[in-house]
Nanobody
């Protein structure tokens, strides 16, 4: 099993920044990719960004230039730097850890991000 603990969410004004953290523990050797997803009220969960064990990153096209994913392997922690936040970024942000071929897959409890206009 892998445990994921997110932190860093909160309330921020439009144009502000937040950095989310996701600390992993447990059988982390089974993990290849870490990712951030988000789910806004009434909407489906969507992929925000991923980072693989080799450091390769992806980011949703609509968020490129504002959101950046990174990892600190020594701390087993993944970060999501969010800049120039907009009210439409308001959502619960979830950390995901998965092995190759998306198995196994683990989720954090989520952290709320609220952007006020």
């Amino acid at each position: 099993q892998v445990q994921l603990v997110e932190s860093g969410g909160g309330l921020v004004q439009a144009g502000g920044s937040l950095r989310l953290s996701c600390a992993a523990s447990g059988r982390i050797f089974s993990i290849d990719t870490m990712a951030w997803y988000r789910q806004a009220p009434g909407k489906k969960r969507e992929l925000v960004a991923t980072i693989s064990s080799d450091g390769t990153t992806t980011c949703a096209d609509s968020l490129k230039g504002r959101f950046t994913i990174s990892r600190d392997n020594a701390k087993n922690t993944v970060y999501l730097q969010m800049n120039s936040l907009k009210p439409e970024d308001t959502a619960v942000y979830y950390c995901n850890a998965r092995g190759k071929n998306y198995y196994p897959s683990y989720w954090g409890q989520g952290t709320q991000v609220t952007v006020s206009s």
